[in-house]
Each structure stands twice: as structure tokens, then as C-alpha cells.
């Protein structure tokens, strides 16, 4: 025994941890915007009428929501540069979180799609609503509010997830984290502190997505 | 020479299958036992104690399982024990899985009408046969989905243990990249081999969520 904690370390390093936190939200951010892309895109392919195009988009679903990320990013990693794009880990960490979350966002924007029922849309044409006014109250504003919810948590858990990349060491906090633990052996210390700014992190994402939802989405009550 | 990817390693890549598939199930089987004390103490109606757990979960919920795997890991390491590196990443699964597991069931057992317990009340049963008889046989089928979907999560969760060492599917895979220079014919097995392993689950967990869905219609 006679080991005693010291986090000083994890102080001296603060400032490249708030960096790297920085870099895992940035990571988050582009991950989670090319998989909008590709969760728009899907979806569209999705409902389309050529066959091999739906079969197409069915199995990527289900390859990527049922292999683990870990594995994922191992094969984009390798794949990727022989597809002739040579990256940088960061870009290829980008594009494995985008295909990793896009899958789960097609799920999430058809289930939205497919809430919104015809007849809601008659009902708005009958009240004399005009086809923008139809599109943008009555399938556009309600399909967000659905998804609204299971989307901004699978955003959450892509930023958790986004740890995973420091596999192939993209610059995000875990291996910032990774360089301060072989730095100094302080690996408890140091992941313990990560795992709060990590909790964090979240929390900020769940308040900014709360106060988006008040604003936005909340039903009018007068 | 470097080897190619032939049968010795497919069998190195099943044997660490086999790792893969005891740790989930080990890690299973301790985070239902934990995770069904989780729950029962997240709706025992002590304001303390249900705010304690919830903070609990709420942390496993907010922070990576790969730093959650590094703390349990490295923090066991401080405590002197020698443990074997399997029982360390169980462990550190199994408190993942207590965390989530004992949220999907507080969501079940308060899913369960709240007309049950007042009739196992009014008929004297006291809290743990209200519990047993009445209110978890109801939740379980309830979060069944749930749990079906939050197995294939472990599974998936389990590929992290290779980063901090563990041989299992994963670390196996890597092992036998390094050697062959054949990444993605490897991580293409790899892959297959987890798909094989969580798809059937994942469509069994969706088609029980449908039935259930449909029950709840009628």
C-alpha cells in the first residue's frame, strides 16, 4: 500500500484538459452534423422505390447498431486511405462517429416522419392553411418535437462515445488524458478527474438542450 | 515472414469470442443482481435515499464507459488487491450495467399502474411480497425490450476492455492485424462475429417492443 492520491497533477494540467475537452466537443459537433447528413439522406433512401436502395440503407443500419464502435473505427481507420482518402486521425474519428451516429438518426427522423399522420396534414389544407404553413406547422415543427428528445440523447451519447477515438489517437480529451496518465503515472487521478469533466460536459449539453426545447418546442399555454 | 489470416488465427478471433461472451455474461448476471437493488432503492419513497441512487445512475448515464472501465481499472490497482485482469473489467461492467439496468427497471416498476399496489396494499401484503408477487413480474415484462436492448449495449461495450489490455474479440482482432497486415479482412471478421452475436437480440428485443406495444393498444 502507502500509495497516496495526489491531484495536483490533474490540476497542473488543466489547461490541456479544457483543451481537449474543447476538441471532444468539437469532435461531437462535426460527428453529429455529418450524421444529420446522413440521417436525412437515409431516410430519404430509405422510403425511396428503388429495392436495392432501401435493402441498402436497412443493412447499414443494422451492421452499424449492431458491431461495436471500437471495431468500426478500426476498419474505417484501415479502409478509408485504400478508399484513396488519406486522413488525418481526427477527420477519420469525424467520419466514424458521422456513420456511427448517422445510422441511429435515420431510425430516430423516420420514427418523426412517420408520427405525423395524414390526416393532420388534410386537417391543416381544410383550415385553409397554405402548403408552406402546412409543411412548416403541422409536419415540420411536430416530427422535430418528436424526435426532438431521442435525438439530442443520442447526441450526448456520440460525445461520450467520441472517447472511443482516442483508439486511434484523434485529438479529444481521453487522450489528452492518455498523454498526462503516461506523463505521470497518476492513471487513477487523472481518469477520475476526466471522467468529471466528462459528466460536465453533459450536463451542459442537457441544459443547452433543455433551454433550446423551453424556447422552441413547448406548446403554448395561452 | 508475416502469416496470413488463416484457420489458427479464426481460431485465435473464436477464442476471444468465447472471453467476449463469458464477460458479457458474467457482467450481465452481477448488474441484474445490482441493478435490481438499484431500482428497488430509486422507488423506495425515501426522498434521500431515491436521490442518492439517482445521482448515481446519473453519473454512469453523463460519462463515458471507457473512463468508467479506466477508474474501476486503475482504482482497483490502488487498492492492492491483485486482481486478474478479467475480474477487474467485470467488475467495472457490472457497475455500468447495475447503473443502467436499475434505471430501466425504475422505469418498469413505475410503469406498473399504480392501482396494483394500492390492491396488494389493501389486501396486507406486506412490501417484498407486493414487490415479488405483485409489481416486478409485471415490470419485467414491461422492460423487457429495454433490457434486451441494453445486452447488446454490453456487448458491444465489452470490445472496450481491449483498450486496457483484456484478450478479448476485440484486443484478438487487433493482435491478429498487427500480425498480418490484413486490417480489414480481420476487423471484417471481428465485425461479423459481434454482428452475429447482437443482431438476433437486437430483432428479438424489437419484435417483443412491437407485440408489447400492441398489447398495451388493446
Known amino acids: 500500500m502507502g500509495y497516496t492520491l495526489d491531484f495536483s497533477v490533474v490540476w497542473h494540467a488543466m489547461p490541456a484538459l479544457l483543451w481537449g475537452c474543447v476538441g471532444t466537443m468539437g469532435l461531437a459537433l462535426a460527428g ?60 477519420t474519428a469525424i467520419i466514424a462517429l458521422g456513420v456511427n451516429g448517422g445510422a441511429y438518426a435515420i431510425e430516430i427522423i423516420r420514427g418523426g416522419v412517420q408520427s405525423i399522420h395524414k390526416g393532420q396534414v388534410e386537417a391543416g389544407y381544410a383550415l385553409g392553411l397554405h402548403k408552406g404553413q402546412v409543411f412548416r406547422f403541422i409536419v415540420l415543427k411536430p416530427a422535430l418535437r418528436a424526435i426532438y428528445p431521442s435525438l439530442t440523447g443520442q447526441f450526448i451519447m456520440l460525445t461520450l462515445t467520441s472517447s472511443i477515438c482516442s483508439a486511434v489517437s484523434a485529438f479529444e480529451l481521453t487522450s489528452v488524458a492518455q498523454r498526462i496518465e503516461s506523463d505521470t503515472f497518476r492513471s487513477f487521478e487523472v481518469y477520475f478527474s476526466v471522467t468529471f469533466l466528462y459528466l460536465a460536459i453533459s450536463w451542459l449539453l442537457m441544459l443547452g438542450f433543455a433551454v433550446v426545447s423551453h424556447r422552441f418546442f413547448s406548446y403554448p399555454t395561452r | 515472414m508475416t502469416p496470413h489470416f488463416g484457420l489458427a488465427e479464426f481460431g485465435f478471433l473464436l477464442r476471444g469470442l468465447q472471453w467476449t461472451v463469458l464477460l458479457t455474461l458474467v457482467a450481465f448476471a452481477g448488474g441484474c443482481t445490482a441493478g435490481l437493488a438499484v431500482a428497488l432503492l430509486r422507488t423506495c419513497g425515501h426522498k434521500g435515499v431515491e436521490w442518492i441512487t439517482r445521482i448515481y445512475i446519473g453519473i454512469f448515464q453523463g460519462t463515458p464507459l471507457l473512463l468508467q472501465l479506466f477508474v474501476v481499472y486503475y482504482g482497483l490497482a490502488l487498492t ?3 486482481l486478474d485482469a478479467f475480474v477487474a473489467v467485470a467488475i467495472g461492467f457490472t457497475v455500468n450495467a447495475s447503473a443502467f439496468l ?24 406486506h412490501y417484498s411480497s407486493r414487490m415479488r408477487d405483485i409489481v416486478l413480474p409485471q415490470a419485467i415484462r414491461i422492460s423487457l425490450p429495454a433490457t434486451i436492448g441494453y445486452l447488446v449495449q454490453l456487448i458491444k461495450g465489452t470490445s472496450l476492455a481491449a483498450i486496457v489490455g483484456f484478450i478479448e474479440l476485440a484486443r484478438a482482432g487487433q493482435i491478429v492485424s498487427n500480425q498480418t497486415f490484413q486490417p480489414l479482412l480481420v476487423f471484417g471478421v471481428v465485425g461479423a462475429m459481434y454482428f452475429i452475436l447482437c443482431w438476433p437480440l437486437s430483432w428479438w428485443g424489437s419484435r417483443m417492443e412491437a407485440r408489447l406495444a400492441l398489447a398495451s393498444q388493446r
Open chain 2, 80 to 82: 492492492g488487491l491483485k
Open chain 1, 32 to 91: 453529429m452534423t455529418l450524421a444529420m447528413v446522413i440521417g436525412v439522406a437515409g431516410v430519404a433512401a430509405r422510403d425511396s422505390k428503388a429495392a436495392w436502395l432501401r435493402a441498402l440503407v436497412i443493412g447499414f443500419v443494422e451492421v452499424v447498431r449492431n458491431t461495436p464502435f471500437l471495431v468500426q473505427i478500426f476498419f474505417l481507420f484501415f479502409a478509408l486511405p485504400l478508399a484513396g482518402l488519406k486522413l488525418n486521425p481526427t477527420a
Open chain 2, 102 to 125: 436499475g434505471e430501466i427497471w425504475r422505469g418498469a416498476i413505475q410503469a406498473v399502474p399504480r392501482g396494483q399496489t394500492e390492491a396488494a396494499m389493501a389486501l396486507g401484503l
